[in-house]
T-cell receptor, first 113, second 115 residues
Framework: GQQVMQIPQYQHVQEGEDFTTYCNSS?????IQWYKQRPGGHPVFLIQ?????EVKKQKRLTFQFGEAKKNSSLHITATQTTDVGTYFC?????????????FGKGTHLIIQP | DGGITQSPKYLFRKEGQNVTLSCEQN?????MYWYRQDPGQGLRLIYY???????QKGDIAEGYSVSREKKESFPLTVTSAQKNPTAFYLC??????????????FGPGTRLTVL
């Protein structure tokens, strides 16, 4: 079945440093989604990428979808303490279905002030 | 005030007991999902339902059961057959096949601890 892998599992940064997490799927994805989960909270949708090579920005966050639609990345510029949490990528197992999402294990971002 | 509610937030049960977790949504979404999250891990799909009175097993359905008698509700029962039930359980919904996106909206979750 479809597998989604994320690296690194944990990332410690000093406040103000940049952060990047990488996501790779074993199969081509129709779209990829990113979610953020704060400590003790639930996943919250951040963004969806659909097109090959797509790049989207949300303030300090930059999301990329690979040309082959099998990998993606999330880059945060100048991290702040509010960025703490776990970032998950997720993709649907098939196009247009409502079968749920396959999630990566997430990257835990820890920020030291 | 639209959204997904889950109750209770924390749940304790004795080994060998069945327990039912509640999930309600007023987003008028067709599809609903149950995920399990273990510490430091990602989310794994337990069951999902694309329409009322129909549901399918996810990747880790053994030891769980669900029902979908109403569009708004998708309760999950953790049975005594589930060998490692202690986890964080998340319910989610989306528009389903009638919608244009797979984006999922999550409830606040229920933390189940088996004593």
């Amino acid at each position: 079945g479809q597998q989604v892998m994320q690296i690194p599992q944990y990332q410690h940064v000093q406040e103000g440093e940049d952060f990047t997490t990488y996501c790779n799927s074993s199969t081509t994805l129709s779209n990829i989604q990113w979610y953020k989960q704060r400590p003790g909270g639930h996943p919250v949708f951040l963004i969806q990428l659909v097109k090959s090579g797509e790049v989207k920005k949300q303030k300090r966050l930059t999301f990329q979808f690979g040309e082959a639609k099998k990998n993606s990345s999330l880059h945060i510029t100048a991290t702040q303490t509010t960025d703490v949490g776990t970032y998950f990528c997720a993709g649907p197992p098939r196009v247009g279905g409502a079968d749920g999402l396959t999630f990566g294990k997430g990257t835990h971002l820890i920020i030291q002030p | 005030d639209g959204g997904i509610t889950q109750s209770p937030k924390y749940l304790f049960r004795k080994e060998g007991q069945n327990v039912t977790l509640s999930c309600e949504q007023n987003l008028n979404h067709d599809a609903m999902y149950w995920y399990r999250q273990d510490p430091g891990q990602g989310l794994r799909l337990i069951y999902y339902s694309q329409i009322v009175n129909d549901f399918q097993k996810g990747d880790i359905a053994e030891g769980y059961s669900v029902s979908r008698e109403k569009k708004e509700s998708f309760p999950l029962t953790v049975t005594s057959a589930q060998k490692n039930p202690t986890a964080f359980y998340l319910c989610a919904s989306n528009e389903g096949t009638s919608g244009s996106t797979d984006t999922q909206y999550f409830g606040p979750g229920t933390r189940l601890t088996v004593l």
